[in-house]
Structures are given as structure tokens and as C-alpha cells.
């Protein structure tokens, strides 16, 4: 008679790796950055085919809604013709000018803000209902004090831009730990070396997420402004088209938008990175 084996010492069955696991390891090497794009581009490519069988099959009207392959058509159409191309440099010409204008005049004031205590707290008030307010309904009165031109809507856009960055910067600022500045003081760093070594790297988080916030408003000022009363540009264009009944021209130039605005978006990140490089 052979002689069994007890079953507290026989040898546990091997376990072999699920194969998600693995494939969920493999996904989670990938950068965050890819992950991220390539989510989004499947997203995208989800809401496409489901916006076009929706008007393929007449769920969705075509009167209101063209087929997104006649947009995209429409899209690579507009690039051979010489008005898209000047509206579309009017539009990125007054969004870039408004994101230097307002970044710069939104940074200085969140430093003079910072620097000046009393004259921060007077004013955040009346830049907190500015900022609730939209300011398209000055646009008007722009209109007579400079014309119906680019240098109204940049004017507007600037300030749009500025409102948020000038917040947050000054709030950034002021959450400083006083051992930073101590240590400044220690090190006999004069304002300029205190302002930009130490004060400013130490609020880059929300100085970067004002960056984002006039970047969006410069770009929806923008638009939103030419879509009122301007002569010219992408938001005057989609307007006309929408009063000509051109449906497929006008979602064609909405997104042409649509991809600045992603372009916008991208850079954005790049900067964020590049700035808060070294930071947790």
C-alpha cells in the first residue's frame, strides 16, 4: 500500500498572474501625458461616430446638426480660401495680445497687491465683481471710447485675462511661509532677488493655475467680442454664417475653434510643466 501524502504538506497549486493585471501594470508605465491624449482622442472618436449616426439615421436633425464628415470636409475647404486665413489671424493676433497684455498687467498687480496690503484689500472687491461680471457688456461703450477695431476687443479680452491672474497671484503670494522670507532676509537678498528666487517660485502653483484661468478668459473674450459687433475674425464669421443659414461653414469654423482652443490647452500644459519643474 503506497503511502499518501497529508494534504497539509503537499505543495499550494502555482498562481499565475491574471492578465489584467499585467496589462493594467504595462497601462500604468505609460505617461500620464499619453494616457491622457490618448483617452481624449477616443473619447473624441466615440461622440464623432455617435454624432454621426444620430443624423445619419435622423435621430438628430440635419437642420440643425450637419454630418461631422461634412464639417471636417468643410474644415480642410476653408484652408484654401484667403478669408478664412485672414480672419483666423485676426482672432489668434487678439488672443495672443491679449494673453501678454493681460499676464503682465494681472502679474504686476498681484505683486503690488501683495506689496501694498491696504490697497489689496480695497480693491480685490471690485476686481471679485469684475470678475462675475461679463465684461462683453462694456464692449459697447469700448466701441465709442476706442472703435469698432481690434484694439477694443484686445482692451476687454486684457482685462479679462488680467482679473484672475492678479487674484490668484496675490493669493499665492501671501500664502508664503514666513520662513521663506526670513531666510531671504538672512541671506541679505535684496528686493528683486526676494521677489524672483524666492516669492514668486514659492507661489508658482497658483500664479500657473491663474496663467490657465486668463488664458481661457483671453480666448472667450475674444470670440465672444468679435461675435458681438466686430467687422472680422473668427466669432464675427460664425455669427454671419449662422445668420445666412450656412450650418456646415459655421460648425466648420466652430471648429476651427474648438482645435485652437486645444492647441491653447496643450501649451498651457507644457508651460505648467516647464515652470513647476522640480516641484512636487
Known amino acids: 500500500m503506497a503511502v499518501g501524502v497529508e494534504p497539509s504538506q503537499q505543495a499550494p497549486p502555482k498562481r499565475l498572474p491574471p492578465p489584467w493585471g ?19 482622442a ?38 484654401g480660401t484667403g478669408g478664412f486665413w485672414s480672419d483666423f489671424g485676426r482672432t489668434c493676433l487678439e488672443i ?24 489689496g484689500r480695497v480693491f480685490e472687491p471690485y476686481l471679485v465683481s469684475f470678475y462675475a461680471v461679463p465684461l462683453v457688456l462694456f464692449y459697447p ?3 465709442v471710447l476706442v472703435g469698432i477695431n481690434a484694439g477694443s476687443i484686445i482692451i476687454l479680452s486684457s482685462i479679462m485675462a488680467a482679473i484672475p491672474l492678479a487674484l490668484n497671484t496675490r493669493t499665492g503670494l501671501q500664502g508664503i511661509r514666513p520662513v521663506h522670507l526670513k531666510l531671504a532676509r538672512t541671506l541679505q537678498c535684496n528686493a528683486r532677488q526676494t521677489l524672483f528666487s524666492i516669492a514668486i517660485p514659492a507661489a508658482a502653483p497658483m500664479i500657473v493655475a491663474g496663467l490657465r484661468l486668463a488664458v481661457v478668459y483671453a480666448l472667450i473674450g475674444s470670440i465672444a467680442m468679435e461675435f458681438t459687433t466686430a467687422q472680422s475674425g473668427l466669432g464675427y464669421r460664425i455669427r ?6 450656412d450650418n456646415t461653414t459655421m460648425f466648420a469654423n466652430i471648429f476651427v475653434v474648438l482645435i485652437l482652443s486645444v492647441l491653447l490647452t496643450v501649451l498651457m500644459t507644457l508651460a505648467e510643466r516647464v515652470l513647476l519643474r522640480g516641484r512636487r
Open 96 to 119: 495672443g495680445a491679449s494673453i501678454v497684455a493681460g499676464c503682465a498687467l494681472g502679474l504686476g498687480a498681484g505683486i503690488v497687491f501683495w506689496k501694498l496690503p491696504l490697497l
Open 240 to 245: 454671419y454664417l449662422y445668420e445666412t443659414f
Open 22 to 40: 499585467a496589462r493594467w501594470r504595462a497601462f500604468q508605465r505609460v505617461p500620464q501625458g499619453v494616457r491622457s491624449a490618448a483617452a481624449s
Open 141 to 143: 461703450m469700448m466701441i
Open 42 to 79: 477616443v473619447l473624441l472618436a466615440l461622440l464623432f461616430v455617435a454624432v454621426q449616426i444620430g443624423v445619419a439615421s435622423g435621430a438628430l436633425r440635419q437642420t440643425g446638426l450637419p454630418l461631422p464628415t461634412e464639417v471636417v470636409d468643410g474644415t480642410l475647404g476653408l484652408l
